[in-house]
């Protein structure tokens, strides 16, 4: 039983580095390469067991980086995954415009992305823009809305902030109206 351990101890090849195995630096190099200005290493393989604490697979040895772009392969696996785009807009651009134009009236809205907290709202339907305004959805009530939204937004304390326009959207007509008038009343659109 004690031969089988020493043999199998002495087959298993292992490493054992000792203060020695770290010569002192040559006080003459050599040659004049790069590998020759390192010290040399005296490495004995002796008497130790494999030890226990090393994976046994190797698949466990592969370190992965944390921050990786993914290929076209691992993106068909995993379809669901949104880009990194979509996962950092909304601490990059925070604040989000929402204009809405019904037959009656013309909405907007600014939006925290992160908390869905809404900072600003202006609409042709409320009391005294209903009373006040000839027409609730024409290019005076679109300047109004949007002088309405800077207001509100600047006294929210936000400066800035982003439209993203739907599918197949312009910018232009009614909606340029609100955009310009907010950029004219000091929002910057990002």
Known sequence: MASCLTSAAASTPSFIFSAESFGARPTKPNSLSWGSSFPKLNISTD????????????????IQAAWTRRSRSEAAKKPNRRSWKQRTNMYMRPFLLNVF????FIHAKVMHRGTSKVISVATTNSKELRNTLP???DNNACRVIGKL???RSKEA???A?????????????KLGIVLDTIKENGIIFV
């Open 135 to 137: 027409s609730l959805t």
């Open 149 to 151: 939204i800077a207001e």
């Open 101 to 104: 134009f019904s037959k009656r």
């Open 157 to 159: 304390d936000v400066f």
């Open 161 to 173: 902030m982003a439209y993203e326009p739907r599918k197949n959207e312009r910018i232009e007509g």
């Open 47 to 62: 008497i130790i067991a494999s030890p226990s604490h090393l994976p046994l697979n190797n698949k466990d040895w592969v």
